[in-house]
Every structure is written in C-alpha cells, then in structure tokens.
C-alpha cells in the first residue's frame, strides 16, 4: 500500500498544564502509522501517512501536567497548512477558555484543517471557540457539566469515549488514543489502524 498524496500533516497543539498523555497518545499512533504492516516499516518514513508536529503561542518549552517541559516545533505564526487539528486538554484549558489568542488560533486553523478533533478538556476550548455549536460532543467526565453549560446547543454524550460529528471529541486522557485509531482507520482502513495497534500493544476499546 503506498501513500500516493504524501503524509497529512497532524498539528497538536500544547501549552502550559497541558495533560502529557492528552497530546502524547495520539502523538504516538499517528507519528508511528504505516501502510506496511510490521515492525521493520517503523524504521523509516517511507510508508508513513501523517507528519506530526506540535503548536504552541510562543517558541520555548511548554511545562506539562507533572513537570514535563516541552519544546514545540512551531508557534502560531510559523505552523504549516494542517489537515488535522488535535486540541488536547489538562488544567490549563481553563485559564485558556477566554484567550483570544490561543480561540482565534484554533478558529482560524479549524477552518481550514480537514479534520479536527479534541481530547478531555480540549473540548472546552473548541466549544469556547464556538465550533461545538449543535453539534455532539463529550470530554473529560470532571467537565461534562461544564462543558454542557457552556453552550446549550452541545449535546453533550456523558458516556461515550470517542464522539463524532464533523468534529471529533473523546473523554478523559487515554481516550485520546482511542480516538486517534478512529480516525487512522476512517482514512486508512481496519487493517493499518489494527496493525499500529498491535505495534504499540495497545488493545482498542
């Protein structure tokens, strides 16, 4: 199987008490997605579909959930064309809720991004932004509630681990995973997204 119009480009977006394995699990099943099966096709990128980047407001380490310093492969200003937007969650989606920086960002990549999705509390910046309007969605369980009084609109799927409708949401943290498979598999079939996750030894819900 060959990629034949080159890898979509994954923008994920970090920033400060971003929650590690909200940007890390789907960083990890889209950065190691092949068309060819097995492990030695992980050795190179010849069969790699998506090219994945991290997006933050300023250039310099991001400091995650724990500790964890992250350094973003672009800011805003230099980020390339995204096809698909992952915006992550942790406790620093709430003092980003009404950013007009990181909102017009996400606005205006979602605008021209071909898919876009959300893990936990990442929910709450798109809905912010105003792209969950009448649309189904879900997040982290500790937010449904404010997720869902955030815009009355959102109908919001309080026991779903992966929502899709146009824009993807999924739950808590690990449920990004989840949903990343979701879309390998919308774009590249069944047997690429159960191929991955036998790499990663990673058991799908």
Do not use: K
């Amino acid at each position: 199987m060959t990629n034949d119009e080159g890898p979509l480009s994954v923008a994920i977006l970090i920033f400060d008490d971003v929650e590690v394995l909200d940007f890390a699990g789907p960083y990890e099943v889209f950065s190691r997605t092949r068309l060819e099966p097995g492990v030695e096709s992980r050795q190179s990128e010849a069969s790699a579909p998506f090219r994945v980047f991290t997006v933050a407001a300023r250039p310099g380490p991001i400091a995650a959930v724990g500790g964890l310093r992250v350094i973003p492969d672009y800011d805003y200003d230099s980020a390339p064309p995204i096809d698909i937007l992952v915006v992550p969650g942790g406790f620093g989606t709430r003092q980003l809720i009404d950013d007009t920086q990181v909102l017009d960002w996400i606005r205006l990549a979602a605008a021209s991004a071909r898919q876009v999705t959300s893990v936990c509390t990442g929910a709450l910046l798109l809905a912010s932004a105003g792209l969950l309007a009448e649309r189904r969605a879900t997040t982290h369980w500790g937010a449904l509630d404010l997720l869902a009084s955030m815009d009355a609109s959102i109908r919001v799927e309080r026991d779903a681990r992966v929502v899709e409708d146009g824009i993807i949401t999924s739950a808590g943290v690990s449920a990004g995973i989840d949903m990343a498979f979701v879309v390998v598999e919308r774009l590249h079939g069944a047997a690429v997204a159960e191929d991955t996750a036998r790499y990663m030894d990673y058991r799908r819900s």
